[in-house]
């Protein structure tokens, strides 16, 4: 079962330069739209794939410079014996060494033996496939890898078209699944002439008004016809060949008429039973055609829960649900900087993989905000639906997604923006002004010159708001409060808060005739933050209190805060 230890990409579409070491398992390619994650998998078919020819046009070539060759090599482990033979395969078997990566062109001990495959393509748009060494370069004409192995080595590629997998045409998964062949040679050419015949004897009658047009002019003119023409299938027209013999249901049904999920997921298992041949799968936009369920189910017959994967499969995704189900050693980040493309592993750290499980849409975005809390993600979610309704463009539509980190840890917010910095993420954090994090931690994320956003003078997200919002605002947060908080809970909180002081009573009285004081202000934003029993303490909750009391009283609320949050959203758009 041959694996593809290394790929190098070269001028090939928008990858100027590329070079990877995929895991021999599953390797699910991520990243925003256009950043050339399906020119990798297409960089694979063509440059392992078995095919004689292929068309090329200078619009594949990198910023269209034909002066530029297009080089893809695909070095190969995992090797059977077939491809060590050394009369034929010699001169080209090469090292690789698994602990950094890295391809020697001499076999030696504690190398794998591996194979160089490389797909060429010059201003002229001839491709050429051959086996690459250093040592043999200048070879003319340039080895190949025999047909038959090159067959044998092939990867299933699972497009929105691989019907052509549902019969037994040159190439089907389903020639690979055994060496059984139908004898069908005699068979065929019985049928082909019954289908004639009997076709000729429906269609006569039915034509026969034209038949007899045909055999009078025929005669008139002397064409011999014989004494009448007849309507038959043309003999080159009902042709069959092994193509010709397709699967079908129990009720006769071509099964190439599944729906394209179903086509997926079948093609997929019997890829998956073909594996000791062809082990190698592309799959694009996996979840195409998928529901959840069936995407999960589609996942695992691939092999992604098996410590002993099967098939090594290389796939794309714009799935949360694919995100989810995959650990992050299985996802690749791909990230282009400075021209160069990388794709970095996700790795399994527990901040990461749990965000993973429970964001899996940020992985998906170009800019990630790391919030201390549930209710911080709620606010931004609340504020951005009330500025878009005001005529705002989305942050969604600026590729944002938003972490929440838990709350309670100060340090968890950077450990988690760290490890989206080291993938390439632009990355901010919101948190409270309560707790102090890590000097490490916060020095690593300004480094990495990540926006960070706090609350003014040790103010946790609910002090701020009620220090900060208006008369108005402050008794509509209340009053939404005792319509979210069981009867009697927020008298209890604020008498709590103010070591028995203030009433709920006193409070609603104190806004009648002066307006709320500052001492108020503190005590309720220190009584709406009661751990386990806040007011706003969710997403769904802040994000109702953000659009509909704080962003209608935006304009009048305390500058200072509304320039941290502006500052924020200005910095999330302008990504």
């Known amino acids: 079962m041959s694996r593809i230890r290394k790929i190098e990409i070269s001028n090939f579409r928008s990858i100027c330069c590329f070079s990877w070491t995929p895991s021999p398992g599953f390797n699910c390619l991520i990243g925003p739209g256009d950043s050339g994650k399906s020119t990798i998998l297409d960089a694979v078919d063509y440059c392992v794939g078995a095919r004689r020819n292929l068309n090329v046009a200078d619009t594949d070539f990198f910023n269209l410079d034909v002066t530029q060759d297009i080089v893809v090599r695909a070095t190969l482990g995992a090797l059977p014996d ?18 950094n990566g890295e391809v020697e062109d001499e076999p030696r001990r504690g190398l794998e033996t591996a194979l160089t495959v490389q797909l060429a393509v ?8 051959s086996l690459f060494s250093e040592r043999t370069q200048g070879e003319d004409p340039p080895r190949t890898l025999r047909w038959k192995d090159r067959v044998a080595l092939a990867p299933a590629r699972l497009g929105q078209h691989s019907n052509a997998n549902l019969s037994w045409t040159k190439g089907s ?30 269609a006569a009658p039915q034509l026969a008004g034209t038949l007899k047009t045909v055999t009078d002019t025929a005669q008139s003119l002397g064409v011999p016809v014989g004494a009448a023409a007849t309507a038959l299938l043309d003999a080159h027209a009902v042709s069959f060949g092994d193509g010709a013999i397709s699967l079908h249901n129990e009720a006769g049904i071509p099964l190439r008429n599944l729906g394209t999920g179903s086509s997926r997921l079948l093609i997929a298992g019997l890829h998956r039973a073909a594996a000791e041949l062809a082990s190698i799968v592309l799959v694009d936009e996996i979840e195409f055609g998928l529901e959840p369920h069936r995407l999960t189910r589609l996942l695992n017959s691939l092999g992604s829960k098996e410590k002993e994967p099967p098939l090594q499969a290389f796939i794309t995704t714009h799935s949360p649900v694919t995100l989810r189900e995959l650990s992050g050693a299985q996802l690749y980040v791909l990230r282009n900087e400075n021209g160069v493309h990388h794709a970095r592993p996700v790795g399994s750290d527990n901040d990461v993989q749990g965000a993973i499980r429970s964001y899996p849409e940020a992985f998906l975005a170009r800019t990630v905000i790391v919030c201390e809390g549930a209710s911080e993600v709620g606010l931004i979610r609340g504020l951005d639906d009330f500025s878009v309704r005001q005529g705002a463009c989305s942050l969604q539509s600026s590729g944002v997604s938003y972490v929440d980190s838990g709350g309670g840890d100060a340090d968890g917010c950077f450990r988690i923006a760290n490890a989206f910095h080291k993938l390439g993420y632009r990355v901010a954090v919101l948190q409270d002004n309560d707790k102090a994090p890590k000097a490490d931690l916060f020095d690593e994320f300004k480094k990495a010159r990540g926006y ?13 708001l009620f220090a900060s919002l208006p008369d108005e605002a402050v008794t509509a947060l209340i009053n939404r409060a005792l319509e979210l908080t069981e009867d009697g809970k927020i008298d209890m909180h604020i008498k709590t808060r103010s070591d028995g002081k203030l009433t709920l009573a006193q409070v609603q009285f104190e806004e009648l005739i002066k307006g709320y004081s500052i001492e108020t202000r503190i005590v309720l934003g220190a009584a709406s933050r009661i751990r386990k029993a806040g007011w706003f303490k969710s997403i769904s909750k802040m994000e109702g209190v953000a659009r509909d009391i704080i962003g209608p009283h935006w304009a009048e609320a305390d500058p200072g805060f509304t320039a941290i949050l502006n500052g924020l959203f200005q910095w999330a758009r302008n990504g």
């Open 82 to 99: 077939a491809l060590k033979n050394l009369d034929y395969y010699g001169p080209y078997l090469r090292g690789f060494d698994a602990s």
């Open 122 to 129: 010059k201003a002229d748009l001839e491709p050429v496939w």
């Open 173 to 202: 998964v389903l020639n690979r699944l055994s060496d059984e062949r139908a004898d069908v040679g005699s068979e065929l050419v019985k049928a082909a002439r019954d289908a004639r015949a009997g076709f000729g004897a429906q």
């Open 452 to 464: 960070h956003v706090m609350w003014r003078e040790v103010k946790a997200l609910e002090d701020e």
